[in-house]
């Protein structure tokens, strides 16, 4: 289990009695087909293909019945190079008729669409691919307004507020090439990474206290953020119904000491220069203004501490759900309604560790700055080092959308899925008014990302929701199998990308073989019209635990 979902083993020993318990035992085994609650009528891959129509040239409908009690579609996006994969995942689910192995994203999908309350469609971004009851990049709504509506912590992943921030500079190519191995070097020194890493930033109980419920204000007060990045943050770094009385002990305990840190998994830190431009005003907006400027991106989350917010409020709502007579597909889908006690109590907890991810992310932020300052031998301020945008791509949200021609308050879960709001959203930073919500997709080691913008068509037709990266292809323990360390750090190379990384067989884990290509990925939100491309980074150091 740790190996392939990317927990560390020493999670895994800390929580070996929790996940022996038969209460939540079902919580964490694999995302298998063994874990359905509903027994699934056993077709041929022709016969499954029935339920499936392509609606455009890059969206797919699932139609009610695929599994039981739909309420609404399903709906996924994908060109022809990703179709193959979901279509290969799906036909490899028949000729098993069901027995063994991962329930494929496209019936995770439909799965979701199965749940009380939901409005819309279920839908799968392009990067879609089989997770713990929801799929990654499964986003979904449900109604604020019926009673019935549900709050599902597998619709906002393990880590919560995982996210990605970007920082330009005013620095090229040509002034970072020089010293780039120096420059990845210190920036390892500066922030700490990999299992169980420890921050260096001075923190009590008491500061840990206020840091969940003020976010990234608590930074801004501490001297490790500067008042213009709460503009350019989702939120503005924080969700104000965040409670710090309903994070446990055990997950205060376990994010105490890891503010500041970079973690594990496919969590990174890179120094990425600018390889392309599509839309030179937009990109004008966020102080991109010519190739190879040299940028920096930090993609991390809420640690331990949200993991542990997750595992508990599973507990609670396997209880919450036996007691209201809920009924899901999927075990894994363990859900709560939203103004039950126990969703109320995650959504507030849930706050307080996205509000924690946003000053993890601050921390390293001024970190960061720190080793480009020491190198360079000047100011952040002078390197112009300010923050473009901090989108978070694992969480869940009120927002108020159009629903058959009504407005409505929803509960939006996005799960391995960003935000992607329009030009003119109230919700966007003045900068943005104009050119739309800048939304970052971070691509695999040694891999390109991209800065995409907002769309009113993706607002309407995903509840303004877009991908997040690249999705993964193989598992890590496949990875681990069939990729070579040195091989993957030979190519990374050749390519002239300087890695440091804590440890080797994150390298293999996350080489770019064992993910999906994300320029596809990206290409076909472009082509759907669900958010427009912007800009295209390259990578030439990257930094993991």
């Known amino acids: 289990y ?38 699934y009528e056993k077709r041929t891959y022709e016969q499954e293909l029935e339920y499936l129509e392509r609606i455009t040239p890059s969206c797919w409908r699932i139609k009610i019945g695929f599994v039981p009690n739909m309420k609404v579609e399903g709906r996924f996006y994908v060109n022809e190079h990703l179709e193959e994969l979901m279509m290969e995942e799906l036909q490899q689910f028949s000729s098993a008729q069901g027995v063994g192995g991962f329930l ?64 330009r500079t005013n620095l090229s190519l040509e002034d970072v ?64 119904q965040a409670d710090a009385s309903k994070v446990s002990a055990r997950a205060k305990k376990r994010g105490l000491p890891q503010l500041g840190t970079l973690g594990a998994g496919n969590h990174y830190a890179e120094i990425q220069v ?3 431009i599509y839309d030179k005003d937009a990109a004008a907006k966020m102080g991109i203004d010519r190739i190879n400027q040299v940028v920096v991106m930090i993609h991390s989350g809420s640690r331990g501490l949200g993991h542990q917010v997750a595992t508990d409020a599973l507990v609670a709502m396997e209880k919450a759900m036996k007691r209201d007579g809920i009924e899901v597909n999927d075990r894994q889908l363990a859900c709560a309604r939203i103004a039950s006690e126990e969703g109320q109590n995650y959504l507030a907890s849930m706050a307080a560790a996205a509000n924690y991810a946003w000053v993890n992310r601050s921390t390293m932020t001024f970190l960061c700055r720190q080793a480009f300052a ?83 068509k993706g607002f309407s037709d ?28 030979d190519k990374l190379a050749k390519r002239g990308i300087a890695i440091r990384v804590a440890s080797p067989k994150l390298v293999m884990e996350e080489a770019p073989e064992s993910y999906k290509d994300v320029t596809q990925v990206v290409n076909t939100c472009h082509s759907a019209g669900i958010s427009r491309k912007t800009v295209k980074l390259r990578p030439i150091a990257v930094i993991k635990g």
């Open 2 to 39: 740790a190996q392939d979902q990317g927990t560390s083993v020493l999670w895994l020993r800390e929580h070996f009695e929790l996940l022996c318990s038969p209460c939540t035992m079902t919580h964490f085994s694999s995302t298998t087909s063994e874990n359905a609650l509903v027994e």
């Open 104 to 167: 494929p994203a496209v019936k995770q999908i439909a799965n979701v669409a199965s749940l009380p309350g939901i409005v819309g469609a279920s839908v799968g971004l392009p990067d879609v691919h089989s997770g713990y009851g929801f799929a990654i990049g499964n986003m979904a709504a449900f109604d604020m307004g019926n009673p019935e509506a549900i709050v599902s912590p597998g619709g906002v992943g393990f880590d919560i507020n995982c996210g990605v921030r970007l920082l």
């Open 177 to 240: 090439e020089p010293i780039k191995e120096q420059l990845a070097q210190s920036l390892f020194d500066h922030i700490p990474v990999g299992v169980g890493s420890k921050g260096v930033i001075p923190m009590n109980a008491k500061d840990l206290e206020e840091a969940l419920e003020m976010g990234m204000d608590w930074s801004l007060r501490e001297g490790y953020a500067w008042a213009e990045d709460k503009e350019h943050c989702e939120e503005y770094g924080r969700m104000l």
């Open 274 to 276: 600018v390889e392309e």
């Open 374 to 456: 020491k190198q360079f031998n000047t100011t952040p301020e002078a390197l112009d080092m300010h923050v473009i945008y901090d989108v978070s791509h694992n969480i869940a949200k009120i927002e108020e959308h159009w629903v058959d021609g009504q407005q409505r308050s929803l509960l939006v879960h996005r799960k391995g899925a960003t935000r992607a709001f329009p030009p003119h959203h109230p919700l966007i930073p003045v900068d943005y008014q104009l050119s739309g919500q800048p939304v970052l997709i971070g691509g695999t080691m040694g891999t390109c990302s991209y800065v995409l913008t907002g769309t009113d």
């Open 462 to 489: 995903t509840f303004g929701s877009t991908c997040h990266g690249a999705g993964r292809a193989l598992s890590r323990a496949k990875s681990r199998r069939t990729l070579e360390y040195q091989q993957v750090l």
